[in-house]
């Protein structure tokens, strides 16, 4: 695991923008392996930025996102398809059927799951894989547990992870109970991982995640046996860790 100490929020977007940015230009028929929530915002932000000026070029880019929420529309404004189309998708020149997020409307459990993975399996591997992490250790969706999951599954949510949601919905009960998450394995199989963390809410999580066991209790110390990973945060989010 490399770790890239930065001062702050803007810094972490920043560098991380450069490390999916470079792959952009490296390979452009890449597979990007993308995640919603609230640390990758200043990475996407930076993406567009680099794409209005010209230096990256998305037209021929795949991107498979690590979840959904079960039971939400792509229209809501609470779906990670719609957070990856205001902030990623609708800003780029990216073919929007190159762009896939688990159907958060397919009731089928099971149905929606092999879904997803015909999906992963017919464009992976990922060629680079954003992620950000739970307050409790999360990746994706991939919840702490007693094991690891290798492909797309229906998690029940956490209460802490629906309390830590709870601030993008008008009230906690309308946050949903239940996700489509890409499992550990598929996570796993992506060529290079680039973690992002930012503030002292994330320091626990980000300490157990590098130096912590190997552990389904904490998802994303499974990260430790990745080949490639490499983890921009900033310095409330390293807190924890030695210098
Ligand atoms: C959500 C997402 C994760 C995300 C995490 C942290 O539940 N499923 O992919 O990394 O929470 O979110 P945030 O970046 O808003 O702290």
Not at 2 to 18: C, D, H, L, P, Q
Not at 51 to 76: R, V
Not at 107 to 133: E, F, R, W
Not at 136 to 151: L, M, Q, R, T, Y
């Amino acid at each position: 695991m490399r770790i890239i100490r930065t001062a702050n929020f803007g810094e972490m977007s920043e560098r991380a923008a450069v490390l999916i940015g470079a792959q952009v230009v490296i390979k452009p028929t890449s597979v990007l392996g993308l995640a919603t929530g609230s640390s990758p915002v200043g990475v996407y932000e930076n993406l567009v930025k680099w794409y209005q000026k010209g230096i990256l070029d998305f037209s021929q880019i795949t991107t498979l996102n690590l979840d959904e929420y079960k039971g939400l529309a792509p229209e809501h404004d609470q779906s990670y398809r719609y957070f990856m189309n205001t902030h990623l998708f609708n800003l780029v020149n990216i073919n929007k059927d190159r762009t896939f997020v688990p159907d958060g409307l397919q009731a089928n459990t099971s149905h929606a799951c092999s879904l997803y993975n015909a999906t992963v399996h017919k464009y992976g591997p990922v060629d680079v894989q954003l992620l950000g992490i739970g307050v409790n250790g999360h990746i994706g969706f991939n919840e702490p547990s007693d094991h690891f999951e290798k492909d797309t599954f229906c998690v029940p949510l956490s209460e802490s992870t629906i309390l830590a949601n709870s601030r993008f919905f008008d009230r906690e009960e309308d946050v949903p109970k239940e996700a489509y998450t890409m499992g550990i394995g598929t996570i796993m199989s992506a060529k290079r991982v680039v973690l992002i963390a930012s503030g002292t809410v994330k320091a626990a999580a980000l300490k157990a995640a590098v130096k912590g066991p190997i552990t389904p209790q904490c998802p994303a110390s499974i990260l430790q046996l990745h080949p490639d990973c490499t983890v921009v945060a900033d310095e409330d989010a390293l807190a924890l860790l030695d210098q």
